[in-house]
T-cell receptor, first 114, second 110 residues
Framework: EAQVTQNPRYLITVTGKKLTVTCSQN?????MSWYRQDPGLGLRQIYY???????DKGDVPEGYKVSRKEKRNFPLILESPSPNQTSLYFC?????????????FGQGTRLTVV | QKEVEQDPGPLSVPEGAIVSLNCTYS??????FMWYRQYSRKGPELLMY????GNKEDGRFTAQVDKSSKYISLFIRDSQPSDSATYLC??????????FGKGTKLSVKP
């Protein structure tokens, strides 16, 4: 089954404690991205990657890091989480970037930073 | 101004009604338009994908794009309670990133 898998689904952490949210896709997609979804603000792109070892900032990259060492994996790293990073996070993958193909989304990770 | 504007609703309709969901966009470079459906506590799922102007139909769903007025619509015929979800429109070009609207929450009452 084609899917994007995120882990964990729920996470509560304390300010400043480094965390990683993993994302893996099994569709051999070139393009992967991370979004956060907040009430009233919609989906906002954090980082994206057009291929292995190629990453770039989205609209709200501050406080986040990513890496793309393998095509299937695209982890999101919060080196020093703060309460304003409490949000619902989605990883997505697509065959191509931009609007050239539709995106497949993971199930989401609900992060709470206290 | 955000590049894709969407009325957040909520929109409540009786079962069997025709639903019209709408978005406007400002970026003339957008050529590809999508509608995603997002159930509560789930990730968005691609519902419709269209290129350029015109209509595309898939079962009870019709996506419409009017590039001259920068207006995109999703029509749902014979709406069902299972259609209750948040609907996100998105636009993109051959380069750059997908831009999403904030979503419209739809509730279909039995």
């Amino acid at each position: 089954e084609a899917q994007v898998t995120q882990n964990p689904r729920y996470l509560i952490t304390v300010t400043g404690k480094k965390l990683t949210v993993t994302c893996s896709q099994n569709m051999n997609h070139e393009y992967m991205s991370w979004y956060r979804q907040d009430p009233g603000l919609g989906l906002r792109q954090i980082y994206y990657s057009m291929n292995v070892e190629v990453t770039d900032k989205g609209d709200v990259p501050e406080g986040y890091k990513v890496s793309r060492k393998e095509k299937r994996n695209f982890p999101l790293i919060l080196e020093s989480p703060s309460p304003n990073q409490t949000s619902l996070y989605f990883c997505a993958s697509s065959l191509y970037g931009g609007g050239l193909s539709g995106a497949f989304f993971g199930q989401g990770t609900r992060l709470t930073v206290v | 101004q955000k590049e894709v504007e969407q009325d957040p609703g909520p929109l409540s309709v009786p079962e069997g009604a025709i639903v019209s969901l709408n978005c406007t966009y400002s970026n003339s470079a957008f050529q590809y338009f999508m509608w995603y459906r997002q159930y509560s506590r789930k990730g968005p799922e691609l519902l419709m994908y269209t290129y350029s102007s015109g209509n595309k139909e898939d079962g009870r769903f019709t996506a419409q794009v009017d590039k001259s007025s920068k207006y995109i619509s999703l029509f749902i015929r014979d709406s069902q309670p299972s259609d209750s979800a948040t609907y996100l429109c998105a636009g993109g070009g051959s380069q750059g990133n997908l831009i999403f609207g904030k979503g419209t929450k739809l509730s279909v009452k039995p």
